[in-house]
Protein backbone atom coordinates (compact mmCIF):
# COMPACT_ATOMS: atom_id res chain seq x y z
CA UNK A 1 0.00 0.00 0.00
CA UNK A 2 1.61 3.74 -0.88
CA UNK A 3 1.87 5.44 2.08
CA UNK A 4 -0.21 8.89 1.88
CA UNK A 5 1.47 12.71 1.95
CA UNK A 6 -0.05 15.52 3.39
CA UNK A 7 -1.05 18.00 0.73
CA UNK A 8 0.22 20.43 2.42
CA UNK A 9 4.01 18.94 2.77
CA UNK A 10 5.73 21.95 1.06
CA UNK A 11 5.48 24.45 3.67
CA UNK A 12 6.42 25.12 7.87
CA UNK A 13 3.60 25.94 10.00
CA UNK A 14 2.89 27.94 13.44
CA UNK A 15 0.14 27.11 15.76
CA UNK A 16 -2.43 29.81 16.13
CA UNK A 17 -2.81 30.73 19.71
CA UNK A 18 -2.57 33.89 21.57
CA UNK A 19 0.73 34.90 20.25
CA UNK A 20 -0.18 35.12 16.80
CA UNK A 21 -3.57 36.47 17.78
CA UNK A 22 -1.21 39.03 19.53
CA UNK A 23 0.72 39.82 16.51
CA UNK A 24 -2.67 40.70 14.52
CA UNK A 25 -3.75 43.20 17.19
CA UNK A 26 -0.80 44.74 16.77
CA UNK A 27 -0.46 45.06 13.10
CA UNK A 28 -4.11 46.59 13.50
CA UNK A 29 -3.33 48.71 16.07
CA UNK A 30 -0.34 50.12 13.81
CA UNK A 31 -2.84 50.50 10.66
CA UNK A 32 -5.57 51.42 12.43
CA UNK A 33 -7.90 49.11 10.83
CA UNK A 34 -8.33 45.42 9.78
CA UNK A 35 -8.94 46.72 5.98
CA UNK A 36 -5.58 48.30 6.00
CA UNK A 37 -4.05 45.16 7.46
CA UNK A 38 -6.08 43.22 4.70
CA UNK A 39 -5.04 45.59 1.81
CA UNK A 40 -1.44 45.62 2.88
CA UNK A 41 -0.81 41.53 3.75
CA UNK A 42 -3.37 40.76 0.38
CA UNK A 43 -5.34 38.53 3.07
CA UNK A 44 -9.52 38.70 2.92
CA UNK A 45 -11.12 40.12 6.07
CA UNK A 46 -12.84 37.43 7.07
CA UNK A 47 -9.40 34.98 6.73
CA UNK A 48 -8.34 37.94 9.29
CA UNK A 49 -11.45 37.21 11.49
CA UNK A 50 -11.24 33.28 11.49
CA UNK A 51 -7.43 33.65 12.84
CA UNK A 52 -8.55 35.81 15.39
CA UNK A 53 -11.39 33.94 16.63
CA UNK A 54 -10.46 30.76 18.98
CA UNK A 55 -12.06 27.71 17.70
CA UNK A 56 -9.69 25.36 18.41
CA UNK A 57 -6.05 24.17 17.29
CA UNK A 58 -5.58 25.80 13.42
CA UNK A 59 -2.08 26.78 11.93
CA UNK A 60 -0.70 29.51 9.72
CA UNK A 61 1.85 29.33 6.83
CA UNK A 62 5.49 30.74 7.09
CA UNK A 63 4.50 32.04 3.47
CA UNK A 64 1.59 33.72 4.76
CA UNK A 65 3.28 34.79 7.89
CA UNK A 66 6.36 36.32 6.38
CA UNK A 67 3.78 38.50 3.90
CA UNK A 68 1.55 39.63 6.49
CA UNK A 69 5.32 40.61 8.98
CA UNK A 70 6.94 42.54 5.73
CA UNK A 71 3.90 44.11 4.60
CA UNK A 72 2.79 45.13 8.07
CA UNK A 73 6.30 45.54 9.21
CA UNK A 74 5.19 44.74 12.24
CA UNK A 75 6.16 41.39 14.14
CA UNK A 76 9.20 38.31 13.37
CA UNK A 77 9.74 35.10 11.57
CA UNK A 78 12.16 34.26 14.39
CA UNK A 79 9.38 34.39 17.44
CA UNK A 80 7.56 31.37 16.37
CA UNK A 81 7.92 27.84 16.34
CA UNK A 82 7.75 26.12 12.85
CA UNK A 83 5.99 22.51 12.72
CA UNK A 84 5.39 20.53 9.02
CA UNK A 85 2.21 19.46 7.74
CA UNK A 86 2.97 15.70 9.25
CA UNK A 87 4.32 17.14 12.74
CA UNK A 88 0.73 19.04 13.03
CA UNK A 89 -1.15 15.85 12.03
CA UNK A 90 0.90 14.22 14.81
CA UNK A 91 0.51 16.57 17.33
CA UNK A 92 -3.22 16.33 16.26
CA UNK A 93 -3.98 20.02 14.88
CA UNK A 94 -4.72 18.20 11.48
CA UNK A 95 -6.47 15.77 10.21
CA UNK A 96 -4.14 13.23 8.43
CA UNK A 97 -5.20 13.22 4.98
CA UNK A 98 -7.03 10.07 3.13
CA UNK A 99 -5.00 7.63 1.92
CA UNK A 100 -4.32 7.02 -1.87
CA UNK A 101 -7.12 5.21 -3.64
CA UNK A 102 -5.90 1.74 -5.11
CA UNK A 103 -7.70 -0.61 -8.07
CA UNK A 104 -9.29 0.24 -11.27
CA UNK A 105 -11.43 2.78 -10.54
CA UNK A 106 -8.85 5.07 -8.43
CA UNK A 107 -5.78 4.75 -11.12
CA UNK A 108 -5.85 4.74 -14.91
CA UNK A 109 -2.82 2.00 -16.25
CA UNK A 110 -0.74 3.45 -19.63
Known amino acids: ????HHPKKGDLYTIIGPEIRDLLERMRARHESWRQVSYLSHTRLKV???????????????TKLD????????????????????????????????????????RRDA
Not at 1 to 4: G, T, V
Not at 48 to 62: E, F, K, N, V, Y
Not at 80 to 103: I, K, N, R, S
Open 48 to 62: LRRWRRDDGPAAISM
Open 1 to 4: MAKS
Open 67 to 106: ELITTTEVGDLRDYTWYTADELVAMGVWDAPYPPLHGKRG
